[in-house]
């Protein structure tokens, strides 16, 4: 709890769908194929639009300079804009960070409020790195265990404030175990697993709901660049991730979330 001001809570029940914006498996390809795949963005599109749910994308702000067509890709399929850092490295710094908001702000005419890590990899100085760079909250943190990259099972599962102001959005676990509710976790271990885990423990009223367009989107050339451990995760329901989006939208809609941007979010605990 050390560097935390305050907890916030709220008993109205919100979820937040978020998509980052990002190489092909994150840096792990060096690639975006994806964009190329007009089928399957074309089909994403349509089933976010059918289900009338508003997306927030958090966006590795290089892209935008490197593949143009980015920027009409989630205005597609996105209403609300965020920072994902300026290149996806796992370097945290000023470069990363400032960089980010001002590409950004070229493009959006507006800064950024919201910043997201990559990979959940952060530290109390790294708050103070988007503080500095004018960056009003983030929604970096997983209040889980990843072996090599974070130990946050004592961090709060719902939002909080800095000791500097930033507020804290974390990503959405179900509630005892500490497990990640996101796409690519509900992919690998199946609905009827996830159901059961979520009706035995139940979520946070505030969910935010990670994912990435390799979620969503299969792409063969890109997959087969990945390491034998890597296709192992994300082979399972490789071509279900559509499906499996409907069915946890569906999901939260019958346990009765509300669905909400991460602007309308922060507005919210900001004025509280």
Known sequence: ???????????????????????????????????????????????IAQH????????????????????????????????????????????????????????????PLGYR??????????????????????????PSIRPGKFYNIRKPAIPFL??????????????????????SYAKIYGLGLTRVLINRFGLPNIVVFDSHLHDYIYNEKSFNKLTLPYKLAWGINKRQGVSCFEAIINMLKQEGYVFTTMTNLFDRFEKS
């Open 1 to 47: 709890m050390d560097n935390i001001s305050k907890i916030l809570n709220t008993t109205d029940r919100l979820a937040c769908i978020t998509i980052d914006v990002e190489m092909d498996y994150g840096s792990r390809t060096g690639e975006f194929n994806i964009l190329n795949d007009d089928s399957q963005l074309r089909s994403l599109k349509q089933t």
């Open 52 to 111: 009338n749910v508003p997306i927030t994308a958090f966006i590795t702000t290089d892209l935008i300079e490197k593949f143009p067509r980015t920027l009409s890709l989630i205005r597609d399929i996105a209403c609300d804009f965020h920072s994902h850092s300026h290149t996806h490295k796992n370097v945290n710094n000023p470069y990363e960070t400032s960089r980010s908001a001002d590409v950004f702000e070229k493009y959006f005419n507006r800064r």
């Open 117 to 142: 890590f990559p990979q959940g990899v952060f530290n109390y100085k790294d708050i103070e790195l988007i503080k500095s760079a004018g960056y009003r909250f983030s929604s970096s943190l997983f």
């Open 162 to 183: 800095y000791k500097n102001g930033i507020l804290e959005l974390p990503f959405a676990v179900i509630n005892t175990l500490r497990t990640v509710f996101s796409l």
